[in-house]
């Protein structure tokens, strides 16, 4: 078995089909090369740089006119910030209103990142989990303090499901503490895992494009996940940012 493997592997090397479809998420140097540290500008930089650019010229440049009848970019950042102000409100409430500016920055961050990733030869910041974990950690350590300081001990009231029989409520209040420190793990997680998957998976159709026999099928796979990683870039900055609109919440309303 050992040998058939290796053998499959030269036949394979010799064909063409050796890709690594992780290659695309390397750090790497933005100048020179060598190793990167602290305050190396990478292709990790460029590309947040290029994101921030692009919400600038959307946000600020595209709504500078203010329009009756609005250009393609004002109705796009106008439709954002609708958007974002309804979700806020719907989840949080009026009180969550104050805190519009971080959230929608929050999500304009992660959608500009996701979409800009869908550009061939590009680089999706988001798919590091360096940058959502510094993302989902804001969030958490912001709505934790916040959540002291508006409500004192009475947070803690987060933790206590009053709502059920005496004898369950501290078992279930140490689930909901391990569920608390969980939370950005599966915040950070969720956004970075799903879109490296989508990314690795067209990498890995986009190497077997090379092969004329498959080569028919594995665009129309390549085409397929692309429309679906057009959904999932905008579904994931949502997923992240209602997920925040909802710890608000608890911050604002602890009590169960």
Same mark, same amino acid.
């Given at each position: 078995?050992?040998?058939?493997?290796?053998?499959?592997?030269?036949?394979?090397?010799?064909? #063409?089909?050796?890709?690594?479809?992780?290659?695309?998420? @390397?750090?790497?140097?933005?100048? #020179?090369?060598?190793? *990167? #540290?602290?305050?190396?500008?990478? &292709?990790?930089?460029?590309?947040? %740089?290029?994101?921030?650019?692009?919400?600038? #010229?959307?946000?600020?440049?595209?709504?500078?006119?203010?329009?009756?009848?609005?250009?393609?970019?004002?109705?796009?950042?106008?439709?954002?910030?609708?958007?974002?102000?309804?979700?806020?409100?719907?989840?949080?409430?009026?009180?969550?209103?104050?805190?519009?500016?971080?959230?929608?920055?929050? %999500?304009?961050?992660?959608?500009?990142? +996701?979409?800009?990733?869908?550009?061939?030869?590009?680089?999706?910041?988001?798919?590091?989990?360096?940058?959502?974990?510094?993302?989902?950690?804001? *969030?958490?350590?912001?709505?934790?303090?916040?959540?002291?300081?508006? &409500?004192?001990?009475?947070?803690?009231?987060?933790?206590?499901?009053?709502?059920?029989?005496?004898?369950?409520?501290?078992?279930?209040?140490?689930?909901?503490?391990?569920?608390?420190?969980?939370?950005?793990?599966?915040?950070?997680?969720?956004?970075?895992? +799903?879109?490296?998957?989508?990314?690795?998976? @067209?990498?890995?159709?986009?190497?077997?494009?090379?092969?004329?026999?498959?080569?028919?099928?594995?665009?129309?796979?390549?085409?397929?996940?692309?429309?679906?990683?057009?959904? *999932?870039? %905008?579904?994931?900055?949502?997923?992240?940012?209602?997920?925040?609109?909802?710890?608000?919440?608890?911050?604002?309303?602890?009590?169960?």
């Amino acid at each position: 078995m050992a040998t058939e493997a290796a053998h499959g592997a030269e036949q394979a090397a010799e064909g #063409g089909l050796v890709f690594h479809p992780m290659d695309q998420f @390397m750090v790497k140097p933005l100048f #020179g090369a060598g190793d *990167v #540290g602290m305050f190396t500008i990478t &292709n990790v930089t460029l590309w947040m %740089f290029l994101c921030i650019l692009a919400i600038i #010229g959307v946000m600020v440049l595209g709504t500078s006119r203010r329009a009756i009848i609005p250009s393609r970019s004002q109705s796009v950042a106008e439709l954002a910030y609708g958007f974002i102000h309804k979700m806020i409100e719907d989840v949080t409430g009026k009180e969550g209103l104050k805190y519009f500016p971080y959230i929608m920055t929050l %999500f304009m961050f992660i959608v500009f990142s +996701n979409f800009l990733g869908l550009i061939p030869m590009s680089f999706t910041t988001t798919s590091h989990i360096a940058v959502t974990w510094v993302l989902a950690l804001a *969030v958490f350590l912001g709505v934790t303090i916040l959540g002291f300081v508006k &409500n004192g001990v009475h947070f803690l009231g987060l933790f206590w499901v009053s709502s059920a029989p005496l004898a369950l409520r501290p078992i279930l209040a140490v689930i909901e503490v391990i569920s608390y420190f969980v939370r950005p793990v599966s915040h950070s997680i969720r956004l970075a895992g +799903n879109v490296m998957a989508g990314h690795a998976v @067209m990498k890995v159709f986009a190497g077997f494009a090379a092969l004329a026999v498959v080569s028919p099928v594995s665009i129309v796979a390549i085409t397929a996940i692309y429309g679906l990683e057009v959904l *999932v870039a %905008f579904i994931q900055a949502y997923v992240f940012t209602i997920l925040t609109c909802v710890y608000l919440k608890d911050a604002l309303h602890p009590a169960h």
